[in-house]
């Protein structure tokens, strides 16, 4: 009887594992912005996404920085999963393309999307976007 009483319980906590996943609906639109990585000196990149259901579409006006192309994404509380579903060239290093995950926050009509690299937690990739 304790163990169809712990395994009653277990199914219980089961479902509620995916609490923290928020519906990704709401970034529906086309948003238009800027990319900057921190230390780097150049102009930021323009760039456009739109986001369609759980899926995106974006370009950069850099050729590659950031590689921009197609692919899914969700969101999980203030964080975002981009997967790209585009193939680069081998000459592109993994932090220049948009994917993997970003710390995710929104103020009015704007999303911004950041992601840390190197060794230190003050050199960010900044994708600071607003609903067009």
């Known amino acids: 009887m304790k163990n169809l009483l ?3 319980i277990l ?3 089961i479902p509620s594992c ?3 996943y928020i519906n990704p609906y709401h970034l529906s639109g086309t948003y238009a912005g800027t ?3 921190s230390g780097d000196t150049s102009a930021p990149s323009k760039i456009k996404i739109s986001f369609y259901k ?3 579409i974006g370009t950069s006006d850099h050729n590659f920085y950031p590689a921009i192309c ?3 994404y969700r969101v999980f509380g203030d964080s975002i999963a981009i ?3 585009c193939a680069f060239p081998a000459f592109l290093l993994w932090i220049d393309i948009f994917s993997g ?3 995710y926050s929104t103020k009015g009509d704007s999303i911004y999307f950041t992601r840390n690299y190197g060794d230190f937690t003050y050199m960010p990739d900044v994708y600071a976007l607003k609903k067009q």
């Open 6 to 8: 712990g395994y009653v």
């Open 11 to 13: 199914l219980w906590f």
């Open 18 to 20: 995916n609490k923290n």
């Open 35 to 37: 990319f900057h990585r």
């Open 54 to 56: 759980d899926s995106f």
């Open 70 to 72: 197609n692919g899914t």
């Open 83 to 85: 997967q790209n579903d």
């Open 101 to 103: 995950n970003f710390e």
